[in-house]
């Protein structure tokens, strides 16, 4: 991949804000986002030979479109919306609206007020859907429209979407909705708008973009990029650089698509999907603002590769051509790329020599026995999980090293004891975040004396359980049963419940299985979020205590996953959550009746406003002072009134956006109590009970799951 064209468009570019439309179905051309609400829409026939003025930037120029839209712009996709025509549209999103704009025609398609705000954006065909959605992902709610700007899709996730992406991920020729979220997880809804796989990360998941083969690439607030299989991760790497934007594109011209990033500090590189390998990389002067792909400029080969940064440096790569590629090979910069990797690796094989004949000097005494063992168990402590390593026979550990995602800062910790307190066993507390399973990558140092200057590097791998964080009383009733419980039969035995149970906590001694009678189990949340009980009968009626809702579904997610249960129909009951929500929705409708009256009263005073600067400026012309400072007086007091109202205004939208995201956010956890198409029926029932503001119709549904 070689660059083609570069030049500078003189604006100021949003990160993660930047896309490429064929407008007129044929020409694709650069859009972006600014800081001031604007949108510019570059054409890519033409370079800017001068820099363009405001004032002429707000009409078109030749070279500039620009669309004002007075809001912060959050979202920002080219596609086809109407499968009628050849073109594409332009969707922007906005905090509270989103707008499909005929570029081509100068035309709005639609503009909908989205309660949920927009922070994400994709278009295209979406499972069954006979016709392509714009699809916006805002505060924990997913919607979709079509060309017409009918809401043809609403559905729930767990928190604020910061990335959306439509790809055949499991290859049954149907899109699936790949969402990523705040809350740090990636999640995959089917074509029936049902959660498939559900993968949990280490940071908000900034940027998605679909690969070949039913892979998709991810990246993460933290600086980590890699790639996914369905629900497997195939590889990932960390930077500490921040990745902007990522794109799939094919430098080399093999048929398989790299993973194009650019990066917080201007970089930009092509890793390959397979491994993670970089195969190209290159530097701009700034920090990058998004990468794209098309036929941008004078391309009549294939498409081109086109990175813009955040100072307005738009720079264009291209795949080169057989020929290029065979003298690219002869190259003698290529020579001597190998001919350095060559004298690293001979370094590397001569100081591994050095150390070998080093180590082979007789050290009396600084040796480990032979048969030296490192063994690990996982215990709860009365704050968390601790990691015991210890050896089998007596040598000491100086340090230990365990690399694991989510629970420590950087994902690794290093354990050091004290030379005077060096023993054969360590003791690290953990306490991870979130109810995950997580792998637990443990080095260890062992040695033989504290004066040892010999170490021998043991490695092993430990899985955390996913309910770690749970302790378990072996002794029966000695946890109160809690209020809160939701109750589901299964067609299964109790033993099948202890397997999970075994595998997904850590239990303190082993559960007898008593298949003739009912079963009960109960555990302690070392976070702090009160006693967890489990109990089955011998007829498989199951029911799980907990004031947790949102533990309660996520037991019921793995469990039915462990079970291969398709469909669960669920009954539960929450007071405490139910007792939140009622209180909730009271505030939303006091909310709602205050914003429509604000709306009025700031109506009304911008009627009075422009009556009174006429009859300030009807003054003025007849010479009459008095009453036109008088009036301009009146304007002043009116204005400030309007600012004041403005931020109350402002304020209350603030207020009653965080309010539907705990709705939604309920939503969410009454759906995980249930499996299958009951989980997709919860989520429709409740929407169409709250837009008919039928409180008792929705309690009614998140209690026994029905309409």
């Known amino acids: 991949m070689v660059p083609i064209f570069t030049f500078n468009i003189r604006q100021r570019i949003h990160p993660n804000l930047v896309t490429l439309g064929e ?37 078109s120029t030749g070279d500039f479109n620009m669309l004002n839209i007075n809001q912060t712009v959050t979202a920002l996709h080219a596609g086809h919306l109407d499968a009628s025509k050849d073109y594409e549209v332009l969707c922007i999103g906005s905090p509270t609206n989103l707008l499909c704009y005929d570029v081509e025609n100068n035309k709005d398609l639609f503009y909908k007020e989205v309660s949920e705000g927009v922070s994400a954006l994709t ?94 690439s991810y990246a993460l607030g933290n600086g980590t990029v890699g790639v996914y299989t369905a629900g497997t991760r195939l590889w990932r790497i960390k930077s500490k650089n921040n990745a902007v934007s990522i794109l799939n594109y ?55 590769l086109v990175a813009c940064s955040i100072e307005g440096e738009v720079r264009g790569y291209s795949v080169v051509d057989a020929l290029a590629k065979r003298a690219a090979i002869l190259d003698g910069n290529v020579e001597q790329d190998t001919l350095r990797d060559l004298q690293q690796k001979k370094q590397n094989i001569l100081l591994e020599l050095r150390n070998y004949d080093s180590s082979s000097v007789p050290i009396s005494g600084h040796g480990i026995p032979a048969n030296t063992q490192l063994q690990t168990a996982l215990s709860v402590g009365p704050n968390g999980v601790q990691l015991t390593v210890v050896t089998t026979n007596g040598t000491l550990i100086p340090v230990v090293l365990i690399f694991a995602e989510g629970i420590f800062d950087g994902e690794c910790h290093v354990a050091h004891p ?15 975040p979130k109810d995950a399973p997580v792998d637990l990558h443990v080095k260890a140092f ?27 009383h072996p002794t029966k009733n000695a946890v109160a049963t809690p209020k809160g419980n939701v109750r589901f039969v299964v067609a299964e035995r109790v033993k099948r419940l202890i397997i999970w149970l075994e ?68 009954s539960c009951d929450f007071p405490n959550h139910m007792a939140n929500l009622k209180e909730l929705l009271s505030r939303v409708d006091g909310l709602h009746s205050a914003r429509e009256k604000m709306s009025a009263d700031m109506a009304d005073s911008s009627a009075l406003i422009r009556a009174m600067v ?15 400072s008088k009036a301009y007086m009146e304007l002043y007091t009116l204005n400030v009134d309007l600012i004041s109202g403005y931020r109350i205004r402002s304020n209350n939208h603030q207020e009653l956006v965080d309010c539907l995201r705990i709705v939604n956010q309920f939503i969410q956890k009454s759906a995980n109590l249930r499996i299958g198409k009951y989980k997709t029926a919860v989520v429709s029932a409740c929407r169409q009970a709250i837009k008919t503001n039928n409180l008792q119709a929705l309690f009614k549904i998140i209690i026994t799951g029905e309409g």
């Open 23 to 59: 407008y007129d179905g044929i020409h694709p051309s650069l859009t972006f986002a600014t800081l001031g609400g604007k949108v510019y829409v570059h054409n890519s026939n033409k370079v800017p030979t001068s820099t363009p003025s405001r004032t002429d930037l707000n009409v």
């Open 123 to 216: 278009i295209g065909l979406y499972g069954s859907h006979a016709e392509p959605l714009a699809i916006t992902g805002g505060n924990c709610a997913i919607e979709g429209f079509n060309a017409a700007g009918d809401d043809m899709l609403w559905t729930v996730t767990g928190d604020v979407v910061s990335s959306l992406i439509l790809a055949d991920s499991t290859g049954d020729g149907q899109n699936e909705l790949i969402v990523g979220s705040e809350d740090f997880n990636i999640r995959i809804f089917d074509a029936a708008e049902q959660l498939v796989h559900e993968m949990t990360e280490t940071d908000n998941v900034s940027c998605l973009c679909r690969m070949g083969a039913g892979k998709y």
């Open 250 to 304: 094919d430098i080399n011209g093999d048929g398989v698509d790299e993973l194009i990033t650019g990066w917080s500090n201007g970089k930009i590189d092509a890793r390959s999907e397979a491994n993670g390998e970089v195969l190209f990389k290159d530097m701009m002067g700034s920090s990058v603002a998004g990468v794209v792909r098309g036929k941008y400029r004078g391309a009549t080969g294939g498409t081109q």
């Open 418 to 432: 004290s030379p005077n307190a060096l023993s054969g066993c360590v003791v690290i507390p953990l306490a991870p």
């Open 446 to 472: 062992v040695c033989a004396s504290r004066s040892s200057i010999q170490f021998q590097v043991f490695e092993l791998t430990r899985q955390l359980p996913r309910f770690a964080m749970y302790a378990h």
């Open 503 to 570: 595998q997904n906590f850590l239990m303190v001694e082993d559960i007898d299985v008593v298949e003739t009678g009912d079963f009960r189990i109960g555990f302690t949340s070392l976070r702090g979020s009160g006693p967890l009980v489990i109990s089955m009968s011998k007829v498989g009626n199951v029911v799980i205590h907990t004031d947790d809702m949102d533990l309660a579904g996520d037991i019921i997610q793995h469990l039915g996953s462990f079970l291969g249960i398709v469909d669960l129909q669920s």
């Open 614 to 628: 006429v009859k300030a400026e009807d003054a003025r012309l007849l010479g009459d002072m008095k009453n036109m």
